[in-house]
């Protein structure tokens, strides 16, 4: 895996030629993948590689890119999330929870 594919977009992109074709989201204290149905808890997957952006015109363009991994389900996918002023509470909190689980 790259240190840097460019954009977000760019990244994404490089990302779904590496296997990380799973759009994955947050919902209450879980992951889940709309596209296979699967629910993802905090023992069900790693972080593979967080990747983090800035806008360069426009300060509140921040985001970051998880890139996910479960062996037990099998699939690879990412997770975005925003940073600074306008972070997702809930994706923050879930993160924050697997990494102090690791």
């Known amino acids: 895996m790259?240190?840097?594919?460019?954009?977000?977009?760019?990244t994404i992109n490089g990302l779904k030629k590496e296997g990380y074709?799973?759009?994955f989201n947050i919902r209450e204290?879980?992951?889940?993948?709309?596209?296979?149905?699967?629910?993802?808890?905090?023992?069900?997957f790693e972080i593979d590689k967080?990747?983090?952006?800035?806008?360069q015109s426009n300060p509140d363009d921040q985001s970051i890119l998880y890139a996910i991994s479960s062996k037990k389900f099998n699939?690879?996918?990412?997770?975005?999330?925003g940073y600074g002023i306008y972070a997702d509470d809930v994706t923050t909190e879930l993160v924050?929870?697997?990494?102090?689980h690791h």
């Open 2 to 10: 790259k240190e840097s594919y460019g954009t977000l977009s760019e």
């Open 21 to 23: 074709t799973q759009d």
């Open 29 to 44: 204290d879980c992951i889940v993948c709309h596209q296979s149905n699967t629910v993802l808890s905090n023992d069900d």
């Open 50 to 55: 967080i990747f983090r952006f800035e806008g």
């Open 75 to 81: 699939v690879k996918g990412t997770l975005v999330n």
């Open 96 to 100: 924050a929870r697997l990494q102090q």
